[in-house]
């Protein structure tokens, strides 16, 4: 496989994804420094621009070792940066990965996670061989699994009190595609 296959760049009708750049770390920090957006990561909301100089290092490293693929999104009309998208705990010999996705509030409910992870999956089956993405989410998290769902999800299982965060325990929703199931989705 080669490196290049890790840092691609992929167009779709209205977004650009490509590798994140120390350029970006402002509006990185800007979007994930966001209570709302980070309500259920499993960790807190970035404080510094320094964690966002780190995610864009760790993420460069992850990609040139082929473990994960990390690309900003950025809208095609004004070059903004609007979130993020990655397939990350490659696991190269099994064929799988996991996906994730986050987007600045403003950007919520535009259907941009639905274009841009059609592509990043279709990118993840086709070019990177994988023959399963799978994802894990809270359950509570309604608007990831509504657009998992769009994107042809299955949900496979849930895990219960998986995670205690800051002492809030919760479960796991878990969501699996393989190449071999239809796609619902025709917009990236
Ligand atoms: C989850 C997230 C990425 C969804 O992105 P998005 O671009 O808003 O999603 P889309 O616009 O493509 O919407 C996909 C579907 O989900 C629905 N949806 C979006 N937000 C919703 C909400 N809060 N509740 C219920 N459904 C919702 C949309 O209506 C759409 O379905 P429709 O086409 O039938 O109307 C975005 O909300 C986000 O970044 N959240 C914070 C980070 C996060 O929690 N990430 C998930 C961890 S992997």
């Not at 990609?63 to 095609?76: A, F, N, Q």
Request: hydrophobic fraction near 40%; charged fraction near 25%.
């Amino acid at each position: 496989m080669s490196e290049g296959l890790f840092f691609p760049v992929i167009e779709t009708k209205r977004l650009t994804l490509r590798p994140l750049a120390a350029d970006d770390s402002e509006s990185l920090l800007d979007i994930f420094s966001s209570p709302e957006v980070m309500k259920y990561w499993n960790t807190a909301p970035w404080s510094g621009i320094q964690d966002a100089l780190d995610f864009i290092n760790v993420s460069n490293e992850s990609m040139l070792s082929e473990e994960s693929l990390v690309l900003g999104v950025y809208l095609k009309s004004t070059g903004e940066l609007v979130g993020k998208c990655m397939l990350f705990n490659h696991d190269k010999e099994s064929k799988r990965a996991e996906v994730g996705f986050g987007l600045g509030q403003h950007y919520w409910g535009k259907g941009y996670i639905n274009e841009a992870g059609e592509a990043l999956i279709q990118y993840g089956f086709n070019a990177l061989g994988l023959r399963r993405i799978e994802a894990e989410i809270d359950p509570d998290n309604h608007a990831s699994a509504k657009a998992l769902e769009k994107l042809g999800f299955t949900l496979e299982g849930v895990l219960r009190q998986r995670w205690e965060v800051n002492g809030v325990v919760s479960d796991s929703a878990l969501y699996g595609r393989l190449i071999s199931d239809p796609s619902s989705n025709s917009l990236a």
